[in-house]
Structures are given as C-alpha cells and as structure tokens.
C-alpha cells in the first residue's frame, strides 16, 4: 500500500510539474497561487482530521463484504445521479481550478472524507463532489489530482511511521522497484482519464460499481468466495 501511494503521488506531480512549480514559485507573491495553496489544505483537512480520528474505527466496523459492496453500489448511484445533473447545466459556474473558493474547497474536503469509508473511490468522491458544486469535468478532476498529492503524502509518511519496526534497509530496493512499476502505471492512468473525460462521462464507472457490488453481495451469500474477518 505504501508502495502504490508512493508511486501515484509521483506520478501526479510529475503530469502536473508545470502547474506545482508554478504554485510554489508563486507562493510568496502571487495571490492565484497562494489561493491555490491554501484551496488545497481547505479540502485536505476534513479527510485528515476524520482519518485520525475515526479511520480505525471505521474500518473495522465496515470493512466486510456487504457494506463494502453496499459502498460500491450507492456509488454507482450517486455517479449516474451526478451525470444527470451536470448533463442539465449548460454552463459550469468553476471553469479552471483556479477560479475555485474556499467555500468550494472545503465542499470538496467533505466529499473526499466519505472515502473513508471501505468501497468508496477517493478519487470518485472528489470528483463527483467537485461536478455536483458548479466545477466543470475538467476542473473537477484536475484538482481532484492535485488534492490526492497531500492526502496520498500523509497517508504515505503515517503508515511509514506506524509500520517503521517492519522496515529495514534490505526492503529498499524491493520498495523501489515496485514505487517505479506504480509509478509509470499510474501515470498512464492519469493520462488516459485526462483524455477520457474530455470525450465520455463516469457513467461507465458508474455501471462497473453497480454491477461488481452485486457480484460481491452474491459471492459473500453464495459462497463462491470465502472472505477473510
């Protein structure tokens, strides 16, 4: 898992260097910028501080099949509902991430916080949170992209830090190619949703949940799986 979070956070800043050196250059005299920034550690918190506070609890009380399933259905859900609404709205009110408000933001944040639960896409949350307060597919996207670089960070240096009796200097390279293979697919992966939304919606997404939530409900009730406690 850290290996993974290592990988994607890299990749991200890498697709977006131009706009992170930007931000940063800018951050002791460029208002765009520092509003930027602080947008970012808006939405960061409400996720971080329910992390710290409930995340154990909340994984131990739902993460079973059912309620993940469950998870992955009302998502599917929400995404179809979200599409249909945006499909309304001629014009989005948020163009570019960088005409968002704190307001927006801290909207976001809540969002980003129901991936807390088990079976619910940090990156679906963020993004269909962002569509349904005015932002546009892109903006939504693009600054869910840039809100998974703090968040993936500090989930990264916390289970670094919970899991530091487990590591030793032998596991470096064993970390190091797998950061690299998480890397270059999640940077492909960026690339291609980048792509991909600018010519479909999530409702593909959507039906994918849908329908793996019920093959999950079937499997734990048939059967044909043996889910671990």
């Known amino acids: 898992e850290i290996v993974i979070q290592a990988g994607a956070i890299f990749a991200v800043m890498w697709e977006y260097r131009a706009k ?5 250059g800018g951050l002791a005299s460029d208002r765009n910028a520092q509003r930027f920034a602080i947008n970012l550690f808006i939405a960061f918190l ?5 992390g ?6 909340i994984k131990a009380t739902l993460f079973a099949p059912v309620p993940v399933a469950l998870a992955f259905i ?3 859900i929400v995404i179809l509902w979200v599409e249909k609404r ?3 709205v001629t014009r989005s ?3 570019s991430v960088d005409d968002m408000t704190a307001i927006d933001a801290l909207k976001i944040g809540i969002a980003q916080a129901f991936a807390l639960i088990p079976g619910t896409s940090r990156s679906g949350a963020t ?11 892109k903006a939504a996207t693009e600054f869910s992209f840039f809100l998974a670089i703090p968040t993936l960070l500090a989930a990264t240096v916390y289970s670094l830090y919970k899991d530091r009796a487990l590591l030793s200097a032998a596991d470096v390279p064993l970390f190091s190619v ?3 293979a998480a890397f270059i697919s999640a940077f492909f992966c960026v690339r291609w949703l980048l792509r991909y939304i600018s010519t479909h919606t999530f409702s593909a997404f959507a039906w994918y949940r849908i329908v793996f939530g019920f093959v999950v409900i079937a499997s734990a009730y048939s059967g044909w799986v043996v889910w671990a406690d």
């Open 20 to 24: 992170i050196a930007t931000v940063v």
């Open 46 to 50: 409400p996720a971080a501080v329910l």
């Open 52 to 57: 710290l506070l409930f995340a154990k609890k």
């Open 74 to 76: 009302i998502g599917g």
């Open 86 to 88: 945006h499909r309304m």
């Open 93 to 95: 009110r948020v163009e």
């Open 127 to 137: 993004i269909m949170g962002g569509m349904l307060f005015g932002l546009s597919r």
């Open 178 to 180: 797998g950061t690299i």
